[in-house]
């Protein structure tokens, strides 16, 4: 239990922190939130997005799950992205995925990892698509990292495929939804530049209306 103790001795003395550089800081969030920013990113311990991007409690929005995904179906994500854009009325969305993912090494290697596999399915789906490319690659290291980034690239595609982005940006909400890989290695988030600011940048086969 020592070990459960120690969270609640971190949390007082970081509550007590924030006060004394801020005396309304808590007071003021529990009024209300308006972040500008949602983040979509993986689950793993040492990609935290608050502390990566340098924001504070109620400036960043928040979803994560193993491998960054964004499935058509996943009524947990969905429901944190209408949330996000329709109430929040966040202006950016932020797929950041990692290098050296282990979700991603995991759909790669074809192991027997037991139920997780019908999640990372999804990613095998990336992995099958750009499988050229991949194949041209000097190792499995390189393969694997660059399945990092073409999976965050097949991330933002979703985002912008659901209903709840194009509806948002039918009814002129400025919203746009962005790629980003984040290096354990030195801490710094590169751009994908893979952003999609409005539906023209939408394969007809996707778009709504
Ligand atoms: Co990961």
């Given at each position: 239990?020592?070990?459960?103790?120690?969270?609640?001795?971190?949390?007082?003395?970081?509550?007590?922190?924030?006060?004394?550089?801020?005396?309304?800081?808590?007071?003021?969030?529990?009024?209300?939130?308006?972040?500008?920013?949602?983040?979509?990113?993986?689950?793993?311990?040492?990609?935290?997005?608050?502390?990566?991007?340098?924001?504070?409690?109620?400036?960043?929005?928040?979803?994560?799950?193993?491998?960054?995904?964004?499935?058509?179906?996943?009524?947990?994500?969905?429901?944190?992205?209408?949330?996000?854009?329709?109430?929040?009325?966040?202006?950016?969305?932020?797929?950041?995925?990692?290098y050296?993912?282990?979700?991603v090494r995991?759909?790669f290697e074809?192991?027997?990892?037991?139920?997780?596999?019908?999640?990372?399915?999804?990613?095998k789906?990336v992995q099958f698509r750009y499988q050229s490319e991949l194949a041209a690659l000097d190792d499995d290291d390189a393969r694997v990292d660059r399945l990092c980034e073409l999976n965050?690239v097949s991330?933002?595609?979703?985002?912008?495929?659901?209903?709840?982005?194009?509806?948002?940006?039918?009814?002129?909400?400025?919203?746009?939804?962005?790629?980003?890989?984040?290096?354990?290695?030195?801490?710094?988030?590169?751009?994908l530049?893979?952003?999609?600011?409005?539906?023209?940048?939408?394969?007809?086969?996707?778009?709504?209306?």
């Amino acid at each position: 239990m020592k070990a459960i103790k120690q969270l609640f001795d971190n949390n007082r003395s970081w509550a007590q922190s924030i006060k004394t550089s801020d005396p309304d800081f808590f007071e003021k969030l529990a009024n209300q939130q308006s972040p500008e920013y949602l983040w979509i990113g993986c689950s793993d311990s040492r990609v935290p997005a608050n502390q990566i991007i340098g924001l504070l409690p109620g400036e960043v929005f928040v979803h994560r799950n193993v491998a960054n995904m964004v499935v058509h179906t996943d009524f947990n994500c969905l429901s944190v992205l209408q949330y996000a854009v329709d109430v929040l009325k966040v202006k950016y969305v932020l797929v950041v995925g990692h290098y050296g993912c282990g979700g991603v090494r995991a759909a790669f290697e074809n192991g027997d990892n037991g139920l997780i596999d019908n999640w990372l399915r999804n990613v095998k789906d990336v992995q099958f698509r750009y499988q050229s490319e991949l194949a041209a690659l000097d190792d499995d290291d390189a393969r694997v990292d660059r399945l990092c980034e073409l999976n965050v690239v097949s991330q933002v595609a979703n985002v912008c495929h659901t209903t709840i982005v194009q509806n948002a940006w039918a009814r002129g909400q400025k919203l746009s939804v962005h790629g980003w890989c984040y290096s354990l290695r030195d801490g710094l988030l590169r751009d994908l530049e893979c952003a999609v600011f409005g539906p023209d940048q939408i394969s007809d086969a996707y778009r709504i209306g």
